[in-house]
């Protein structure tokens, strides 16, 4: 079993930078598919980004494309997401999720296995 564990959240300025991180327990952090979804208010949870076991694979959501970007330590059992040039659209809680299942890569939410308790980002215009 995995905890995931968000932080790195808060308010910025429309065009600012935040970098998320989401540190996982276990010794086989490796072994899962991580990704990042965000939810706001009023809306279905929607993905974000996606990055394989190995951190060499990683596939983005169109409205984030560009913008943000994944990444991972498999020695720090941590994943990232580096979110440049805000938009208040932007503006969700944001959950780290862990897949276990077969491929590289997974953009749907029923896939993930385990999931953290969100982090709120505010993006103010």
């Known amino acids: 079993q995995v905890q995931l564990v968000e932080s790195g959240g808060g308010l910025v300025q429309a065009g600012g930078s935040l970098r998320l991180t989401c540190a996982a327990s276990?010794?086989?952090?490796?072994?899962?598919?991580m990704g990042w979804f965000r939810q706001a208010p009023g809306k279905e949870r929607e993905f974000v980004a996606t990055?394989?076991?190995?951190?060499?694979?990683?596939y983005y959501a169109d409205s984030v494309k560009g913008r943000f970007t994944i990444s991972r330590d498999n020695g720090r059992n941590t994943v990232y997401l580096q979110m440049n040039s805000l938009k208040t659209e932007d503006t969700a809680v944001y959950y780290c999720?862990?897949?276990?299942?077969?491929?590289?890569?997974?953009?749907?939410?029923?896939?993930?296995?385990?999931w953290g308790q969100g982090a709120q980002v505010t993006v103010s215009s």
């Open positions: 999720a862990a897949a276990a299942n077969e491929g590289f890569i997974a953009v749907v939410a029923s896939k993930y296995d385990y």
């Open positions: 276990g010794r086989t952090f490796s072994t899962y598919i």
């Open positions: 990055i394989s076991r190995s951190g060499y694979n990683t």
